[in-house]
């Protein structure tokens, strides 16, 4: 505006707006405005009170007698002794003015809920889940469809159709994908919001017993939990998905076969095109190669019909996060979670309290004293020998990749020997859809 008014002098205001392409309503409005003034003190009513009577009138209210008592009370008591100080509303004026004023019952203070900042950068490092609604065969009846999510390869691992909610058919579901997916201590991150199931003290137990991090969304934030609402409505999109469904088995006979077109055949547009297995079981960077191939016979082949010149090139998504974070937050806070290879001090400590007690309590409490007695055998076994033997060998010379490697070898192949094929048999006896993992043969 300054350069239009300084150039306006010298050639007109016309000539200058049309030159450096500035509306002249913007001048005139400009040259219009004053500049703010200064209020003047506001000066005080002759009816005012003064410091004195207000003072007075403070005291009054704050006297033994008057101290649970409310203004419209004071007020009338001091009538009938015959004493006048002020208006009730200039005693609710003053009281305020003291900060001694506010609503009698007592209210809920909703608490500052964080934001969530989780960040993945490869497979079975963040899940979310949530719970979502099928209509049954009449109106008001229903089903409760859980589905788990894998954040950076938007693979599903685990699903669940019941009649209702409850904190045991979450922990179901998550017990049987844990030893499906191989899911180690300290490894996974868990996000969902604040439903009963997710808050509840099963799920939670559990969670808590291998060590895993919760996260959950802050109350009515839908963008907390975007992988699973944006699943939520692919699948609900599906030209098949029907309006109601015939009967609970009804409902659990879709869900295998479209979690099973969604794993395997369908291209996702947030992983460059790809099938979630093929990201969440490593063939990912295959496929683009592949693709890559094909087009640079086609490039070769017609390269007239490319305008360019060259093909476009994909690549593997490397990270997935909710909530972006801020560049300022490390990857350890952020991702909620460690490596189990970058903390030997963690595992080694553990693996003799963690893989005998927590697996042992939570599989013989669930499938019996078999499986505890099998766990314990192996685990004490093969743990013990492995322990002893590599610890005492390499820990001050190589921490980082014998005894993590022999640790988690040993550990990794009883453990989940023993535990997988117990809890497997007792998991089968419940309509969870787990999906299996894919082999390298599914790509041919």
């Not at 150039?7 to 205001?13: P, S």
């Amino acid at each position: 505006m300054t350069d239009a008014e300084t150039l306006a002098a010298k050639v007109g205001l016309v000539a200058a707006c049309n030159a450096l392409d500035v509306p002249r309503a913007n001048v005139y409005r400009r040259r219009s405005q004053r500049p703010p003034q200064p209020s003047a003190p506001r000066p005080r009513p002759a009816r005012a009170l003064s410091d004195e009577e207000r003072a007075q009138v403070l005291a009054t209210l704050n006297a033994p007698r008057f101290v649970d008592k409310a203004p419209g009370e004071v007020h009338a008591i001091l009538l009938d002794e015959g004493t006048y100080l002020c208006s009730e509303r200039t005693m609710y004026r003053l009281l305020e003015a003291s900060a001694q004023v506010r609503e009698r019952r007592d209210q809920r203070r909703h608490p500052q809920y964080t934001k969530p900042e989780l960040l993945a950068t490869r497979p079975n490092q963040v899940w979310s889940w949530d719970i979502t609604k099928l209509r049954g065969p009449t109106k008001g009846s229903q089903y409760s469809l859980y589905v788990i999510v894998d954040i950076f390869s938007r693979y599903v691992p685990g699903w669940y159709v019941t009649n209702g909610e409850s904190g045991k058919s979450a922990e179901h579901l998550f017990r049987e994908t844990f030893v499906k997916q191989g899911i180690q201590e300290g490894q996974l991150t868990v996000h969902a919001d604040r439903g009963s199931p997710m808050t509840s003290k099963p799920l939670g137990f559990l969670l808590a017993d291998l060590g895993l991090t919760k996260s959950h969304s802050r109350p009515h934030v839908s963008d907390d939990n975007p992988y699973s609402e944006a699943q939520f409505k692919t699948m609900k999109y599906r030209p098949e998905f029907p309006d109601r469904f015939g009967s609970l088995e009804d409902a659990r006979e879709f869900c295998r076969t479209f979690f099973a077109w969604y794993n395997d055949e369908h291209r996702h547009s947030g992983i460059a095109m790809l099938t979630p297995a093929d990201v969440h079981y490593g063939r990912a960077q295959r496929v683009v190669e592949r693709r890559a191939e094909v087009l640079a016979d086609a490039l070769a082949a017609h390269p007239e019909r490319f305008v360019r010149g060259t093909t476009r090139t994909v690549s593997v998504p490397t990270e997935a996060w909710i909530n972006r974070p801020s560049p300022t937050t490390t990857d350890s806070s952020v991702i909620g979670m460690s490596d189990p290879s970058d903390s030997l001090s963690s595992v080694s400590s553990k693996i003799g309290e963690s893989a005998s007690s927590k697996l042992g309590e939570s599989a013989s409490s669930k499938i019996g004293e078999s499986v505890s007695s099998k766990i314990g055998e192996s685990v004490s076994s093969k743990i013990g020998e492995s322990v002893s033997s590599k610890v005492g060998e390499s820990v001050s010379s190589k921490v980082g990749e014998s005894v993590s490697s022999k640790i988690g070898e040993s550990v990794s192949s009883k453990i989940g020997e023993s535990a997988s094929s117990k809890i497997g048999e007792s998991a089968k006896a419940l309509p969870c859809g787990v999906c299996p993992a894919a082999t390298e043969d599914s790509l041919q």
